[in-house]
Every structure is written in structure tokens, then in C-alpha cells.
């Protein structure tokens, strides 16, 4: 469905007001900012700004939701004949190589995260995003599975595939925070990925596997 000219002009608004606020917390830091200075920085009042952002950690993570549902979106989309954890690694296997932004492989992501590291509310709240993904990733895979409500393999599961996920995340977060080049990092992401992929148990690897059609 088209989108309308009022949802259009919605979600430009949101973006806006989103960007404006990002270049603050980039150019003073996440606690030097409120609310009221990014409303008079985008030209907006205070409501307006609430209205689209609950709370001030969700202007800083305002792709939040997308960021949930990742690591079910790679299990959903698996091809046939593949595991949940093969496709996550395939997945994140490509997005390591196409020097993906999508994993912090983009200049000024160390900025980024300096900003999470010096406020102790945005570290909680990606702490929050990470449970919410596990939680994510286990329903999908107990769906997937059809598994009982009760079978806990789902959740061991995704705690395995998170694994996978989280540690690749905080190997370039690391590197990027040390002043490393994208390109270099990508490079030596990928032998990380593979040295995951070995540590993880053929149980883990074979889980979920799609059945051909």
C-alpha cells in the first residue's frame, strides 16, 4: 500500500527530529542534552518531540524495533535445508563482507558508541534491546519448531545464536573504539566468524533446520 501524505510527512518529522537529536548527543554526549534543547533545535515543542519519542533513550536508539526482530528476521528467511544458526552466520557472514553498517563497519560508529559507554541509561536500555531479542528469537524458534510451550530447548537455543551475534558485535565495537579502519575490521571479522561457527555444537547447527519443499 502507498504510503498516504500525512504518514510521509509523519515520518519524516520522526527522522528529523531523530537526526538533530543524534548530532547533539555526538557533539555533547547523551546526559548534556535535553529534551527541550533538541525541541528548539529541530523547531518543534517538547510534546511534539514526545509524541514520536516516549522517552529520551528512544531518540538515540530509534531503530530499536528492527534491531529486536534481526536475528528472527535471518531465521525466518533461512532457505531451505538450512539451520537457524546457519542462516544467522550466512547472514551476518555477508553483511561482515559488504563492510555493512548494519554491524558498526562505518566510520564514526565509534562515536556512536563512546556515547553509549558514557551514559549509564543507554547502556541499560541496550541491555534491554539485547533480552528483547532473545526473547524474540526464542518465540520464533519455538514457533518454527513447533516446539511445547514448556520445552526449553528454544531459549538455549537462541542464547547460543545470540551468542554468535553479541560476540561479533562487541569484537567490532572494540576495534572501531581502538580507531581500526571498516575494510580492516571486516577482514578479520570474518575469521572470527568462522572460529565462532566451530565452537558452536552440531546440536546447534542442525537445530531448525527448513524442510525442502
Known amino acids: 500500500m502507498a504510503e498516504g501524505l500525512r504518514e510521509r510527512k509523519k515520518r519524516q518529522t520522526r527522522q528529523y527530529i531523530s537526526d538533530v537529536a543524534t548530532g547533539l548527543f555526538l557533539a555533547r554526549g547523551f546526559d548534556a ?113 513447533g516446539a511445547a510451550a514448556g520445552d526449553p530447548l528454544p531459549g538455549l537455543m537462541a542464547g547460543q545464536i545470540g551468542w554468535v551475534h553479541q560476540s561479533l558485535m562487541g569484537w567490532i565495537t572494540h576495534q572501531m573504539l581502538a580507531g581500526r579502519k571498516p575494510a580492516e575490521v571486516s577482514r578479520e571479522a570474518l575469521v572470527l566468524l568462522d572460529e565462532m561457527a566451530e565452537l558452536l555444537g552440531e546440536k546447534v547447527l542442525n537445530y531448525a533446520v527448513r524442510a525442502s519443499d
Open 33 to 145: 542534552v535535553t529534551i527541550a534543547e533538541v525541541a528548539e533545535a529541530a523547531d518543534v515543542s517538547v510534546n511534539t518531540v514526545y509524541n514520536y519519542f516516549p522517552a529520551k533513550e528512544d531518540l538515540f536508539f530509534d531503530r530499536s524495533e528492527g534491531y529486536v526482530d534481526r536475528l528472527s528476521r535471518f531465521v525466518r528467511g533461512r532457505a531451505a535445508g538450512e539451520s537457524a544458526a546457519a542462516a544467522v552466520l550466512r547472514e551476518l557472514r555477508e553483511e561482515v563482507e559488504a563492510v555493512s553498517p548494519r554491524v558498526g563497519l562505518m566510520e564514526g560508529y565509534d562515536r556512536f558508541m563512546r556515547v553509549v559507554h558514557g551514559a549509564p541509561t543507554l547502556k541499560a536500555r541496550l541491555w534491554y534491546l539485547q533480552q528483547e531479542t532473545h526473547l524474540n528469537l526464542e518465540d520464533t524458534l519455538r514457533a518454527e519448531t
